[in-house]
């Protein structure tokens, strides 16, 4: 049998499964290829998927969602507050994520008629080793035996067989996602089915629901206008715009308006709106300029130009926005049309980094860097040293730094040092 493959996104997840020569992703029970990670509780039932986000507007208060943003963190509320009847609970990230890796273990087994075990699971490129672990065992939990985490942006390129051809040489490609509630731009270079990170960069401050929030706004200003009444603030009034926003914001992909109709969004009185993509384009055109403003510092820090991309993978639901499309092609004009991927998956690199001295740090191998890999520096120390104490760390995002691992050699000459580590 086959492994299968598993996307664990921020806001949607989706399963893929290798039958018949090809690999497909496939539809859950309720016909969607990708899966909402939310999980919603009532009394003792667990709600997964679509079935908790078209309950969220009545359940708000008992549905969790981006566990991904939390799971394997330290330093973050380790559980959620639910309601069980009259007494209240608590859930943990891996409880949560747990659920909705057996939902989709569910999806799978029904698509190919048997059980299924092996998996690979991707992650985001920065993802720390504590953050893989977290999410490897929620999948074991449910049931999995993860064979492989692996990297987004590497996958996108498999997906498409990307930089795979031994006799190609040579090429750079840009990996765009736009998901739900971050942007991710990488630059790769690939070789012959090996694959170079040369720069990334992830932004937690805009996805999608950052497009779906500024419609929103929109909408709830058109319901003031016509109705005199303010929802602003009325968080369930608001939901309900989200959820009409948000299908909006997808119609408008593919249509030149769309209608947004809510009923009963405040004191019994139904909305209906209509939007053009015009409209929304200059509703979101600082969120787009946003969008499309680390791509030149990345090419910039990784020394090419945009004549050096050969190809362009855009990644994420919100990537399929045609005005981002234009904006990205009018940066980079690749050799061949972009290519969009529904969802990405696949690995390959990590972020280390080494502490030398009282309180300076080397980078050892800079973020990017293929492993296994050996490098060979030079440390210096003032007076005479007989003993040495190495410490290797991980590079955490707005964290202490992760040690990985501690090296102690006493020699009253030379002190030669071979570090050696397995992921």
Excluded: W
């Excluded at 090809?22 to 939310?38: F, M």
């Excluded at 747990?98 to 029904?110: D, G, N, R, W, Y």
């Excluded at 972020?351 to 973020?367: C, I």
Aim: proline share 3%; net charge neutral; charged share 25%.
């Amino acid at each position: 049998m086959a492994a299968i493959g598993v996307h664990f996104g921020y806001t949607c997840a989706c399963v893929a499964i290798y039958k018949d020569g090809r690999a497909d992703v496939v539809a859950n029970d309720s016909g969607d290829r990708v899966t909402p990670v939310l999980v919603a509780y009532r009394d003792t039932e667990q709600i997964v998927g679509i079935a908790a986000k078209q309950g969220r507007v009545r359940n708000a208060a008992n549905t969790v969602g981006k566990v991904k943003q939390v799971l394997g963190r330290r330093g973050e509320k380790p559980y959620y507050e639910i309601t069980a009847g009259d007494r209240p609970e608590y859930v943990s990230p891996s409880d949560v994520a747990k659920l909705v890796f057996h939902k989709l273990k569910e999806t799978a087994q029904s698509a190919l008629g048997s059980d299924v075990a092996d998996a690979v699971i991707t992650v985001p490129f920065e993802f720390a080793h504590a953050q893989k672990r977290a999410l490897r065992e929620a999948a074991e939990a449910a049931g999995f035996h993860v064979l492989r985490l692996i990297h987004e942006p590497a996958a996108a390129l498999l997906a498409y067989d990307i930089g795979q051809d031994c006799h190609s040489g040579k090429s750079h490609v840009l990996v765009y996602k736009l998901g739900g509630t971050s942007l991710s731009v990488t630059v790769l270079q690939a070789n012959g089915g090996m694959f170079r990170v040369l720069n990334t960069h992830t932004d937690h401050s805009i996805g999608g629901e950052s497009f779906t929030q500024a419609l929103a706004q929109h909408l709830a200003a058109e319901f003031k206008r016509t109705f005199k009444h303010d929802v602003s603030s009325n968080a369930r009034a608001m939901m309900k715009l989200m959820n009409g926003a948000d299908m909006a914001k997808h119609s408008l992909s593919t249509l030149g308006s769309a209608n947004c109709f809510v009923d009963s969004l405040h004191d019994g009185i139904d909305f209906e709106c209509n939007v053009s993509r015009a409209r929304f384009e200059l509703l979101c055109s600082s969120l787009f300029n946003k969008s499309i403003q680390p791509i030149r510092a990345l090419l910039e820090q990784a020394g090419l130009s945009a004549g050096d991309i050969n190809k362009v993978v855009l990644c994420g639901g919100s990537a399929r926005i045609p005005r981002l499309q234009q904006m990205i092609r009018d940066i980079l004009s690749p050799e061949e049309e972009s290519v969009t991927v529904d969802v990405s998956a696949t690995d390959i690199l990590v972020k280390e980094v080494d502490e030398s001295g009282a309180e300076v740090f080397t980078v050892l191998l800079p973020s990017g860097t293929p492993l296994p890999a050996r490098r060979h520096h030079i440390l210096s120390g003032g007076g005479k040293l007989s003993s040495l104490c190495l410490e290797i760390y991980q590079r955490l995002v707005a964290e202490q730094p992760e040690k990985l691992a501690k090296v102690q050699k006493k020699e009253n000459h030379d002190i030669d040092t071979v570090v050696t580590m397995k992921r």
